[in-house]
């Protein structure tokens, strides 16, 4: 009912920029939040970024100042610019939604994208 599109990864040298995107469709009254999760080999999942409806952000201590999150105007996107990369920033990396479905009662749950493959070569 609710689906998560990501796009944009790939392979990139250290120092080297990646953007990538995250479309949201399906049965939505509103979504409230979205962000971009991250999970390297033997480690757990990770927060990279997130942004709320109203503009808010939240960024992970290791990718500040170099990942810059934003939502489209229409609310239904997310963008993630990924400067100054790192060796370490390789991972799969999952676009999150909180979504609202228009469907009643109309309780907001989460949603996962599919996942979207960065390395970094050093």
């Known amino acids: 009912q609710v689906q998560l599109v990501e796009l944009g990864g790939g392979l990139v040298q250290a120092g080297g920029s990646l953007m990538l995107s995250c479309a949201a469709s399906g049965n939505i009254f509103t979504i409230n939040a979205m962000g971009w999760y991250r999970q390297a080999p033997g480690k757990q999942r990770e927060l990279v970024a997130a942004v709320t409806s109203g503009g808010s952000t939240n960024y992970a201590d290791s990718v500040k100042g170099r990942f810059t999150i934003s939502m489209t105007n229409a609310k239904n996107a997310v963008y993630l610019q990924m400067n100054s990369l790192k060796p370490e920033d390789t991972a799969v990396y999952f676009c999150?939604?909180?979504?609202?479905?228009?469907?009643?009662?109309?309780?907001?749950?989460?949603?996962w994208g599919q996942g979207t493959q960065v390395t970094v070569s050093s």
């Open positions: 999150y939604a909180r979504v609202v479905p228009n469907i009643p009662p109309r309780y907001e749950s989460g949603y």
